[in-house]
């Protein structure tokens, strides 16, 4: 399996932009999570997708982020209009809870995003 | 914040060396995890401790875990200059599906 995958791998855009930033978990899982990572606040939980449906979205900064995930192999994350403050590292990961107490979650290469 | 605290936010040792990293939490969990990443990577699953685990062992690894203090603790033994990296607790929620992740700590071994 070629793991999860992400793209793009870097993206720059300016103030105002719409971006989309893309995910494919690995076959068979279960959950996908998109995360945030900044120096300032870590790693932030943004939403998640159990079995396609989004389940838990508090972690969303504003309504300029939404998430979809329209079939088990795809999901997006976009931001409009983008901000300076949205510049950070966005991961995407996936799981399959087999079992109650093991979730181990398997991280993408993340997406660079950097707003002007 | 849900995330947890870890102890050390940086550790620097010489290669050989053993490393100890700390982490505490605040939620019930079902499991904790610890993970690694290396510089402008993802985060890569490393071990997971049971919260009827008190320690497990995965090579050089050792993870400790103590319930009633909601506290754990990474030990890498015999450290390398390819340890080098950032390595981060979460715990999987009792509740959720989630993992609430600390952190972090920055760890450097120079050769």
């Known amino acids: 399996d070629a793991g999860v995958i992400q793209s793009p791998r870097h993206e720059v855009t300016e103030m105002g932009q719409e971006v989309t930033l893309r995910c494919k978990p690995i076959?068979?899982?279960?959950?996908l999570f998109w995360y945030r990572q900044t120096m300032m606040r870590g790693l932030e939980l943004l939403i998640y997708f159990n079995n396609n449906v989004p389940i838990d979205d508090s972690g969303m900064p504003e309504d300029r982020f939404s998430a979809k995930m329209p079939n088990a192999s795809f999901s997006t994350l976009k931001i409009q209009p983008s901000e300076p403050r949205d510049s950070a590292v966005y991961f995407c990961?996936?799981?399959?809870?087999?079992?109650?107490?093991?979730?181990?979650?398997?991280f993408g290469p993340g997406t660079r995003l950097t707003v002007l | 914040s849900q995330q947890g605290e870890e102890d050390p936010q940086a550790l620097s040792i010489q290669e050989g060396e053993n490393a100890t990293m700390n982490c505490s939490y605040k939620?019930?969990?079902?499991?904790l995890q610890w993970y690694r990443q290396n510089s402008g990577r993802g985060l890569v699953h490393l071990i997971l401790?049971?919260?009827?685990?008190r320690e497990k062992h995965s090579g050089r690894l050792r993870v400790t875990l103590d319930t009633s203090k909601k506290s754990s603790s990474l030990l890498i033994t015999a450290s390398r200059a390819a340890d080098t990296a950032s390595y981060f607790c979460a715990g999987a929620s009792s509740n959720t599906g989630k993992l609430i992740f600390g952190q972090g700590t920055t760890l450097q071994v120079k050769p």
């Open positions: 076959s068979g899982h279960d959950y």
């Open positions: 990961a996936s799981s399959f809870l087999g079992t109650v107490d093991y979730n181990e979650q398997f």
């Open positions: 939620t019930s969990i079902n499991n």
């Open positions: 401790i049971r919260s009827n685990e």
